[in-house]
């Protein structure tokens, strides 16, 4: 500020100097040169006056807009402004762990699943590194350390060898979205005889997408070991699905996670990676709205898709096409206006389908979900 004030106090400074010349001029020179020199000064100070200021102005306006920026970048998005995740906040300050039950909204773009159990979930923030665990109805029942809430969940939930349920379908949203946006295929999935679903939470924007299938491994090995999996993935969630088979395949699968999988449905799967993100990628604007998910779909694809599999059980493909009057300049050829129908292709896919859906909203279209129902329901 030192910088942008000094300039002014040094014009404000020869402006009231001013007349003291002038009028020595005057003692000199005709009344005519007087009003000249006055006038020309005059001139002169006004110039030196709004010139500084116009630029301090511009230069506050533009600190400002910094500012704005940069406090928007660690703004909690959606349904995290509400009252229970500032309170929870509040709490946290605490160095006690006195906890108080409060509703929180599931966890939107900041938390992600690392443990489920029965409707419980142990949940880290992708900000401050700290833990909580939820019930069913979304209530906190305990945070701090990862410990305090796998203390907690024991006390609340035992964990049991054998489980009560046999399959369980993983539904995994995708890239800025919620598990909210899975909820709607809760229903008609459990009309079809799967009636247990677990919806994983991620957040997407903030980490690598191998940090999310890390996430998910500890889900599911934390899970009955007799319990068997099916998947249905939304867009970034399928690639979440596939990194995880690669790095349970690399590194050893002692929880015997690949023999329990069954089936997988992809919708609007980005398998061969995303044009639009890697048009839009070379915009700084981009990575900072998706995070490096979103730069893992464009610019870094060919780093990514070294660690991803294809899933040796079998897996089947619903794409979007939706035929527009006016295409997407960033997508090629027929798409939803995301993913190119080309992009969702995987070798290997027991079936192959489009239908005439957004990408958005695959997931939440009745046709969708009945396709998708059939596809994973149980043989009789």
């Given at each position: ?120 979930r142990i949940q880290q923030n992708a900000l401050t590194g700290h833990w909580r665990l939820l019930d069913s109805q979304n209530v906190r029942r305990a945070w701090g350390s990862r410990m305090q ?34 909820k709607s295929l809760e229903p008609v999935l459990a009309e079809a005889g799967l009636p247990d679903c677990i919806r994983f939470s991620y957040a997407s924007t903030r980490f690598s997408i191998g ?170």
């Amino acid at each position: 500020m030192r910088h942008l004030i000094s300039p002014v106090r040094k014009n404000r400074a020869d402006f009231v100097s001013l007349p003291k010349k002038v009028a020595r001029s005057a003692d000199v020179h005709a009344g005519s040169n007087l009003r000249t020199a006055f006038n020309s000064q005059s001139r002169a100070s006004s110039r030196y006056t709004t010139e500084p200021r116009t630029m301090q102005r511009s230069l506050l306006l533009c600190f400002a807009l910094i500012v704005s920026l940069q406090c928007h970048r660690h703004q909690v998005h959606s349904d995290e402004h509400n009252l229970s995740e500032h309170q929870e906040h509040q709490s946290m300050t605490d160095r006690t762990n006195f906890n108080l039950p409060i509703k929180t909204a599931g966890g939107t773009q900041l938390w992600t699943d690392h443990q489920w159990r029965n409707g419980y979930r142990i949940q880290q923030n992708a900000l401050t590194g700290h833990w909580r665990l939820l019930d069913s109805q979304n209530v906190r029942r305990a945070w701090g350390s990862r410990m305090q809430c796998q203390a907690a969940l024991e006390g609340l939930c035992p964990k049991a060898e054998t489980s009560a349920s046999t399959h369980y379908v993983i539904l995994l949203h995708g890239l800025m979205r919620t598990s909210g946006s899975m909820k709607s295929l809760e229903p008609v999935l459990a009309e079809a005889g799967l009636p247990d679903c677990i919806r994983f939470s991620y957040a997407s924007t903030r980490f690598s997408i191998g940090k999310h299938s890390a996430a998910l491994r500890e889900v599911l090995e934390d899970l009955p070991n007799d319990a068997t999996f099916s998947f249905v993935g939304h867009s970034m969630g399928n690639i979440v699905v596939r990194h995880l088979i690669s790095d349970l395949q690399l590194e050893g699968d002692p929880h015997h996670i690949l023999d329990r999988c069954q089936t997988m449905v992809m919708l609007g799967p980005p398998n061969q990676g995303a044009a639009i993100a890697r048009r839009l990628g070379k915009l700084k604007l981009f990575e900072w709205v998706t995070g490096q998910g979103g730069i893992e779909l464009g610019p870094e694809w060919e780093d990514l898709q070294a660690k991803l599999a294809t899933p040796p059980f079998p897996f089947h493909i619903i794409a979007g096409d939706i035929n527009p009057p006016i295409a997407n300049p960033l997508v090629d050829g027929e798409s939803d206006y995301v993913v190119s129908v080309d992009e969702a292709k995987l070798d290997g896919s027991a079936s192959f389908q489009t239908v005439p859906v957004l990408h958005s909203f695959l997931m939440s279209t009745p046709d969708v979900m009945h396709k998708t129902a059939e596809l994973l329901k149980p043989a009789s």
